[in-house]
């Protein structure tokens, strides 16, 4: 009798104690602002910065300069942002984004998401210090780079604590419902309604050829039968009338305007590049183009595409693949560096590498850095020490300006503009000449005066350019650095003949030391798509650098996703640098490659 009392005391306590912990959590939050209160002030050695900023439609891009775009175009609502910091400065950045609805917040996941996971909300992804999820009507982006393991456990408290905080679940769009699942890759599923993102995975026009606008979602999505990966693309738009006019253009842009059943399109060396059958109905507005070498579209208020790919390959795989890559050309130990005559009409690009030069976090160690570059520039110059070799490159009485690049996940790095000024300061230039600026030089009165440039900056995909490269990295020499966009950054070499930077770049050094191979959208990162290379590159003729930068990034894409993946945009204005405005040569042929240190997965 005493025993079954005191069992339903214990039982009465435990109950009072689940009921007091479920009044105390917080409710739902019903804006971004009020997760604030829900993340807790510290969390295993790291606290909250006060206090968070909260981004509407009208100064996001002030957070995310150029990025902006990609949520906005998902009708983007308002964000919360604060970070974490340890006692070391190290930081943990938590970003919620209120995207309105469901919908839309899967969109901006999918975007780019490349596994199936849901450990976090109703999807998520991890990847090398980056987490992100969705849930109901929101997207969560928790970034602690570089990754360490107790970071990451860090990451993943706060990623259940704000997915636990989010109680509704939302629907996935209905267009999604419209895909086949026989032969589906889920992981590959993107649901978008702006033409642009459908241009990040399959590249159709630069022009809004089937008119896809707020009032028309879209999915794609790959599907592999027999071997054979093809792409879907299917566009729903509000009456057939629309639909009738998409697949019109469509035929007049993209396929010629053939009225054939049977459509071959010729490359500029004749070869055929696209065949297949075309059939159209307008009482239907169906078109169907099936394309036997590569791709096959449809539309029925849905248009749908399929494309044909060569082998994947898993990261495992690539990892492996890229350890034992040979070289085509000798390779310079360090200790055995030597430079030889340059040959008539070549341009001399040095590429360093070394394994050391990151230490276990990721980060560049200065020593080796100093290294590395004394090393490229006395085999550029000949010279027998780097001190004697700046000295053929700067003088004395020099006014120097070391334009970098601050974008905050891939930087020139402190290390590499810490190397570059002890070597400017032991020519003999006075350090109140020398100045490190990237967004401010056109105010920065040392590069309004500067006699001398170096040029200095980390090869990274992306969204206007294609690729960010040396040439690219004097945009900030004019007011408005968007006029540049236009044509895929076309002719970025233009600014070379700028008063400001004309005839004063002494050296340029490509900071390849971790490059981005692949993004999705304006000043997109994902650590997932960075490889460590563990290379500087260095030489006079930036187009050279720039070109032999672009053919190691499109060889880590070939053996990444196992097939070609052309940068899209193409990075045209590395070409264009050469044939139009002769900025230096873009041509393998014209380019004497000279290779020191570690050879493992080189690429060129």
Known sequence: MIESQCMKCIGIFVMS????????????????????????????????????????????????DGGAELYLSYNFKNALSLKYTD???????????DMGSSYDAFGVFAHTRETIDTAFGQGSEYAAGLLTFWKDRYYVSILAYPETAARKDVVFKLGRGIA????????????LALLPEENLMPESV?????????????????????????????????????????FLLLVRYPNGVRAAAAADKFRQKVLGGTSETIVQLRRDDGRVSKCGTISYASSSALLTWRRYESSWLKSSHEL???????????????????STVALVSPLLLRGQARTVPLKPGKSRVILVRDLNVLDENGQPRQAVVQEMLDTGITVLTGMSDPQGAWKTIIKSNDIVGIKNNRWPYLRTTPEVESALKKRILEAGVKEPDISVDDLGVLQN????????????????????????????????????????HPDSCADLASLWGLPIIKGKTR???????????HSFGPHSFNPKYVWKYYGLMLGFDPVAIDATGLRIIESIRREYFG??????????????????????????EKIELIKIGYDKGIFV
């Not at 749908?304 to 890229?322: C, D, L, N, V, Y």
């Not at 040396?470 to 968007?482: G, R």
């Open 190 to 230: 993107h649901y978008f309604h702006h033409y642009i993102w459908l241009n990040s995975f399959y590249f159709v026009s630069n022009e809004n050829v089937l008119d896809i606008a707020g009032d028309t979602p879209a999915a794609l999505a790959k599907y592999r039968q027999a071997g054979a990966t093809f």
């Open 304 to 322: 749908g595409a399929r494309m044909k790919s060569k082998r994947s390959i898993s990261r495992r795989q690539f990892i492996r693949t890229a």
């Open 445 to 484: 009165p040392i590069f309004q005066k500067a006699t001398a440039l170096i040029n200095a900056r980390p090869m990274r995909s992306h969204h206007w350019a294609g690729v960010g490269t040396l040439i690219k990295n004097y945009i900030m020499f004019i007011p408005d650095p968007s006029v540049m």
């Open 164 to 175: 636990s905080a989010i109680r509704a679940e939302g629907s996935l769009p209905p267009i």
């Open 87 to 97: 006692s070391a400065n190290n930081e943990i950045t938590v970003d919620i984004f």
């Open 563 to 588: 097939e070609e993946r052309p940068l899209n945009p193409p990075a045209k204005h590395i070409a264009i640098a050469d044939t139009k405005y002769h900025l230096g040569t873009a041509d393998p």
């Open 17 to 64: 104690v689940v009921a007091i912990a479920l009044a105390r959590m917080p409710a739902m939050p019903e804006t971004v602002s009020q997760f604030n209160k829900a993340l807790p002030k510290t969390i295993d050695g790291w606290k909250k910065t006060d206090p968070p900023t909260v981004y509407a439609p009208g100064n996001l891009s002030t957070y995310i």
């Open 507 to 517: 050296l340029n050094v490509l900071v390849m030391f971790t490059p981005q191979f």
